[in-house]
């Protein structure tokens, strides 16, 4: 009984190592099979978008990326050609990540993954393998808006005031950007505007080359402009001189400087043709003298200067008044329109004696041997005595003849 046993245990124990010797064998053979069929690879895949990941951290930490805004990169991946098969640019998914990070230029490492369930995929290499970032700090800081104006008014009319609801522009963006901004500008066209008016103006930034800066925000973005446009008219100066001095003294050879002004307004203009200065006080003064001062014109109500940095120069003379008796040549006495067959007799006076009134300073310079008189003869017609009124030649408006009447005696010419 127990020889059978032992048969029965060899016989098992055969069977056993033959099946395992087996499955080694098909196990080996498939393996062999496989590695023909399905071999393992390595392959590249280009123009991978690679994202950013943690751009709120830049926010977070008032930082801005300058550049650059995209990235696409070269990714080898080594695997199975049954896997490999079944993927394409979309399985393959590269990303950097801005956490961590300062301002300035930073190189920041790309990563990439296979996106799915694959047993034998790895990616093998990326290229390039990291970015080179630009990364700048965001500040903001306020400046005045300039009003830049553009196009002619309407003529014989002003801009006399623009002004704006907002002064000043509170300006964001990257610290480098900031640095660069010279001017804040609002535009307004005045081409052939004649009324006050409002419009609204979009503001922008500007370097000092007059180059228009995009990357920085503005707040606010408009602003409204009031502009102010008048009327204008060119109007003469009239002086108001206030005397003190003695009756024999007078104000002469008053002249302004300028002799018009530009006013402004809105209603009313038309009926203005000149406007008065200030009043001049000249106190007594007993001798000739010379005198300029700055004066202030006298506006009315809703009328005002075009330009108010202008001076009115007020400049004077005073002269004393008097008399002088004087004897003039009959020779330098010039008649007009006498017949050409009349002529002064011999029996004339050789001198005509004058009283001259005028200025002192004048009178005093006169020579007599060169002083000219005019009269008219017109009314000469016979010989005998006529009456004629004596006229200057010069200085007219300074001098005066008491005696401008004078009886001369006429003949016919002999033929």
């Known amino acids: 009984m127990k ?18 010797v087996s499955v080694i064998v098909a196990i080996f053979l498939w393996y062999y099979v496989m590695g023909l069929v399905n071999p393992e690879e390595t ?18 930490t008032k930082l801005v990326n300058l550049g650059p805004n995209e990235a696409k990169v070269t990714v080898q991946v080594k695997g199975k050609k049954s896997e490999l098969d079944n993927i394409n640019e979309n399985n393959i998914k590269a990303a950097i990540d801005f956490r961590g990070y300062d301002a300035g230029q930073v190189r920041i490492p790309v990563k990439a993954e296979i996106i799915g369930q694959y047993n034998t995929l790895q990616v093998t ?18 400046k005045p808006i300039e009003i830049r104006q553009k196009g002619e008014i309407k003529e014989n009319h002003a801009l006399s005031e623009l002004s704006m609801d907002v002064e000043n522009v509170k300006l964001t963006g990257p610290e480098s950007y900031l640095a660069k901004v010279d001017k804040v500008i609002a535009e307004i066209d005045l081409t052939n505007k004649d009324k006050p008016f409002t419009i609204s103006s979009k503001l922008y930034a500007v370097d000092i080359k007059d180059n228009q800066i ?27 001189f206030v005397s003190h001095l003695p009756s024999n003294y007078k104000i002469v050879n008053i002249k302004t400087s300028p002799q018009k002004i530009v006013i402004k307004g809105q209603d009313g203009l038309d009926a203005i043709s000149s406007i008065k200065t200030e009043k001049i006080e000249v106190n007594d003064a007993v001798e000739p003298k010379e005198g300029e001062i700055i004066v202030k014109p006298i506006l009315p109500q809703g009328v005002a200067l075009l330009d108010e940095n202008v001076n009115i120069s007020v400049t004077y003379e005073i002269e004393e008044e008097a008399e002088r008796e004087i004897k003039v040549p009959l020779a330098n006495l010039d008649l007009n329109n006498l017949k050409d067959d009349i002529e002064l007799s011999d029996a004339n006076e050789e001198y005509i004696t004058l009283t001259l009134k005028g200025y002192k300073s004048i009178l005093d310079k006169i020579d007599e041997e060169t002083f000219k008189l005019t009269a008219d003869a ?38």
């Open 378 to 415: 017109t009314n000469v017609t016979t010989e005998g005595k006529q009456q004629l009124r004596l006229e200057l030649v010069s200085d007219k408006e300074y001098i005066e003849i008491l005696n401008n009447a004078i009886s001369l005696d006429f003949v016919m010419k002999n033929n």
């Open 125 to 142: 290499s990326v290229g390039p393998n990291e970015v080179l970032f630009n990364l700048d700090s965001v500040e903001s800081y306020k």
């Open 43 to 60: 392959r590249t895949y280009r123009n991978i978008n690679v994202a950013f990941k943690n751009v709120e951290y830049l926010n977070n």
């Open 214 to 240: 995009d990357q920085v925000s503005l707040y606010p973005q408009v602003v409204n402009i009031n502009a102010q446009i008048d009327k204008t008219k060119s109007v003469n100066i009239e002086t108001d």
């Open 3 to 20: 020889i059978k046993m032992k048969k029965f245990k060899i016989k098992n124990k055969s069977n056993i190592i033959a099946k395992i």
